[in-house]
């Protein structure tokens, strides 16, 4: 007998989606069917693979109202933030549709007759996508997977699956054959497990949290099946007394509130030296009450709700605590949905757990430091390693900064880290691997040798 789920709007608690969630049989039939799809996939040629990923992506963009306004009402993301998100996915494919062409290898020089590598594709790929942004993380991997040859099978997040259903749509009304892009909704615990055990999947793409990142990492070694890891973030945002101070503190609240904070590069740890602590939080008030948070639909929405009463009850059970004392909160709408506004603690010490664990959440804690070696010491106190941005006018602070934050991500006076077209991943327990940009296609080939003997 089928189970059944609601999917339901956060930004006022009514279902609008039921659907049907597949058990382990339903997951091995379509991961046959993708193994089926790659033995024809990977022998397309290089320019009619391109030619169907332009199409894909030209396509995602005829329907990015249409994609844009079923996330706003999955997901409660902003009207800004949606569109912006069907678009990152046309862009992403259309970025890779260039890879086909370009996944060269090397000759390298031997005796006795030639020596070439080939980025061959690796089969079946699994791709795990979370709540937080489910249009981008998916396409980050299915555009990359698809372009090196691969066949995918994706699970959304239980929560948000609606925008990956209707991609795979899109995908086959563009022309990609049946078979080679699959949308898989069910549990992370069936569905998602499915594809860690069944050994047709070769590899799995996950973002997540980091503590079901290290279980799948765990299963994935039983069979050294590849693995990409994106995983948390506590990243720091880091403020020295010789930056533009001003714009530091306008730009911090959209550096953390952002998705309702929902954001493994949320910036929820402010570093600000001493001398401009009182300055920075000034301008910093001004701007967290003058942060939008309203009905996703409206134009100048810069937050909506949190996903889910769970992920509310969860962010809320971070506050009042004895360590943290409440700067000051921007304000939320009241009624139904999953509301919070947004808010600015000052933990007492750096052993605060609000300063310590990633709370996903509209919530940001700020400490001060005395100088350059402190900021540093600081900004590396913790198992994550994802993002972070550095304000200073001092050219030789930010490179020394720069190269001693130990962060796969970094951003000089702004906070800006995802372009499609370069890196994104994470040092220490934000990850494995590199998402995007050049380097994504070695997380979807492997490396073969050949040597040619004359
Ligand atoms: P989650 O780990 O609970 O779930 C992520 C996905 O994994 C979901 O699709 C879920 O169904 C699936 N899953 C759960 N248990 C599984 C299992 N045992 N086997 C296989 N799949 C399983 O994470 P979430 O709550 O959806 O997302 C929030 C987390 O994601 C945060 O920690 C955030 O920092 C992280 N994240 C990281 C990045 C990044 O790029 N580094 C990006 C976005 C989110």
């Not at 089969?123 to 249009?135: A, L, R, S, T």
């Not at 699959?182 to 069944?198: L, P």
């Not at 971070?318 to 009624?335: E, H, I, K, N, Y």
Request: a negative charge; hydrophobic letters at 40%.
């Amino acid at each position: 007998m089928s189970t059944t789920f609601d999917v339901i709007n956060p930004a006022n608690e009514k279902v609008f989606s039921t659907l049907e969630e597949a058990d382990v049989a339903q997951t091995d039939l379509v991961i046959a069917k993708a193994a089926k799809a790659f033995q024809t996939w990977r022998d397309v040629t290089p320019g009619d693979r391109a030619n169907l990923l332009r199409r894909f992506s030209s396509l995602v963009t005829s329907h990015r109202e249409e994609l844009a306004q079923i996330e706003i009402n999955n997901s409660g993301h902003t009207r800004g933030n949606a569109l912006w998100e069907a678009d990152n996915v046309a862009n992403v494919l259309n970025y890779y549709a260039g890879a086909p062409e370009r996944l060269y290898g090397k000759q390298i020089p031997v005796g006795g007759g030639i020596d070439i590598t080939f980025k061959e594709p690796i089969g079946v790929v699994g791709i795990i996508v979370p709540w937080n942004f489910p249009m981008p993380i998916a396409g980050w991997g299915f555009a990359a997977a698809l372009a090196s040859g691969n066949t995918v099978v994706l699970k959304p997040a239980e929560l948000t699956p609606l925008t990956a259903i209707r991609l795979a749509e899109i995908a086959l009304e563009a022309g990609i054959p049946e078979g080679v892009f699959n949308v898989i909704v069910g549990k992370g615990s069936v569905v998602g497990n499915r594809f860690v055990t069944n050994p047709t999947v070769r590899k799995i793409s996950f973002t997540g949290s980091t503590a079901v990142g290290k279980s799948i990492m765990a299963g994935c070694a039983d069979q050294v099946k590849r693995v990409t890891l994106e995983l948390g973030g506590k990243s720091a945002n880091v403020i020295f007394a010789d930056s533009d101070v001003d714009l530091a503190a306008a730009s911090a609240p959209g550096a953390v509130f952002d998705n309702s904070g929902q954001d493994c590069c949320a910036r929820s740890r402010i570093l600000v030296q001493e001398s401009i602590f009182d300055r920075f939080m000034a301008g910093f008030e001004k701007g967290v009450k003058e942060f939008r948070v309203e009905d996703p639909n409206l134009d100048s929405s810069q937050m909506g709700p949190l996903i889910s009463k769970k992920q509310l009850e969860t962010v809320q059970s971070f506050l009042g605590d004895q360590d943290d004392q409440v700067a000051f909160t921007g304000s939320a709408p009241v009624g139904p949905g999953y509301w919070m506004p947004p808010t600015v603690l000052l933990p007492k010490s750096v052993n605060a757990r609000t300063w310590r664990k990633e709370i996903f959440g509209p919530v940001v804690s700020v400490l001060t430091f005395k100088d350059e070696a402190e900021a540093i010491e600081l900004a590396n106190a913790s198992q994550y390693g994802l993002s972070g941005s550095i304000w200073t006018n001092n050219m030789g602070r930010a490179i020394r900064v720069s190269r001693a934050i130990e962060s796969g991500n970094l951003s000089v006076n702004s906070h800006s880290s995802v372009r499609f077209w370069t890196p994104f991943g994470g040092f220490k327990q934000s990850g494995l691997g590199r998402a995007l940009g050049p380097d994504a296609l070695d997380a979807y080939t492997e490396t073969k040798n050949v040597f040619f003997s004359a």
